[in-house]
């Protein structure tokens, strides 16, 4: 019979052994999902015997990372912003980066002289940037889109708990070629399939073999997805309008000759916390 605490240097230790990232960390993680608290709170559980069926929960929870499995899979939920969400492969996992293009479209919002902003969330996946919109600006009208059904009942199983579903619509669709409200959206967000189709075969396998590669495979260059979204975006968005992307590293410069060419104002590409391209926005004239 071993303790909380023993399980935990345990555990560590074999799946660091297998090559888990972060092992110590999931184990943390593991645990503090099973006691319903949060990782920081362990403590006082950690001289107990657990039950039997944690410890069975533990060792299944341990046996999907060893074959890699995202811990974030594996939890069922992760926090994006102010939100737990439920994340499992239907969709991408939520990414820190994408909460700064949250970040980004907030502080546009702000400018916005209009009431009830109108927020059209394209490749929405989990939810996670419409759904953080909905929670943290005043008001608005909030639609988020995605071409995977799957994605998208996800998403509406996250605006269900996050008690969001009065204030956020979803819908599958590609694109935007169902939607016939010409200039009529005040902000067009995306964190589109950005990757370059050759480079998905040498991702990371954790991501390879488990987030869906609708989400991840961008075409030849990466820019496929920008190419139709920007030309969406001439004809959606209202004059004023602001269009935000999440990009991939290096794509800076490309996205930034895309926007000028199709005419947009206030172009700014920006780079994320570890100084790579990662948002492009701009204001239709
Ligand atoms: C990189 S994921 C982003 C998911 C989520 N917005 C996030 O930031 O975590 C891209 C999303 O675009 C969706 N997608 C791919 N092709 C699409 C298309 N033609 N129309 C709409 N959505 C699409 C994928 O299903 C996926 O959910």
Not at 121 to 139: F, K, N, P, Q
Request: one cysteine or more; proline letters at 6%.
């Amino acid at each position: 019979m071993k303790t909380w605490q023993e399980l935990l240097s345990l555990g560590g230790a074999y799946l660091d052994g297998k090559g888990v990232p972060d092992a110590a960390v999931a184990m943390e993680l593991l645990m503090a999902r099973l006691l319903k608290c949060g990782r920081g709170f362990l403590s006082p559980h950690l001289a107990k015997v657990p039950e039997e069926r944690f410890v069975a929960a533990l060792r299944r929870g341990m046996a999907r990372l060893v074959a890699g499995e995202p811990i974030q899979y594996v939890l069922g939920e992760w926090d994006f912003r102010s939100l737990t969400l439920a994340c499992d492969r239907r969709a991408l996992i939520p990414r820190p980066e994408t909460e700064e293009l949250v970040t980004r479209v907030l502080a546009f919002a702000k400018t916005l002289d209009r009431a009830r902003p109108f927020v059209v969330d394209v490749g929405t996946g989990s939810g996670c940037i419409v759904l953080s919109l909905a929670r943290e600006m005043a008001d608005g009208i909030f639609l988020g889109i995605d071409i995977s059904a799957d994605a998208i009942a996800l998403a509406t199983e996250n605006a269900v708990r996050c008690g969001l579903s009065d204030k956020v619509r979803f819908a599958v669709t590609d694109g935007l070629d169902d939607f016939d409200e010409p200039e009529t959206v005040d902000i067009l967000v995306s964190n589109p399939p950005y990757i370059p189709t050759a480079d998905c075969a040498t991702l990371d396998p954790r991501i390879r073999n488990f987030e869906p590669m609708n989400a991840l495979d961008g075409g030849r260059e990466g820019l496929d997805f920008y190419d139709r979204l920007i030309e969406d975006a001439l004809n959606v968005l209202r004059p004023g309008g602001g269009v935000f992307f999440e990009i991939g590293d290096g794509q800076g410069p490309a996205l930034q000759k895309r926007l000028f060419n199709a005419g947009f104002d206030g172009i700014r590409i920006e780079s994320d916390y570890a100084g790579h391209d990662r948002y492009a926005s701009a204001v239709r004239p």
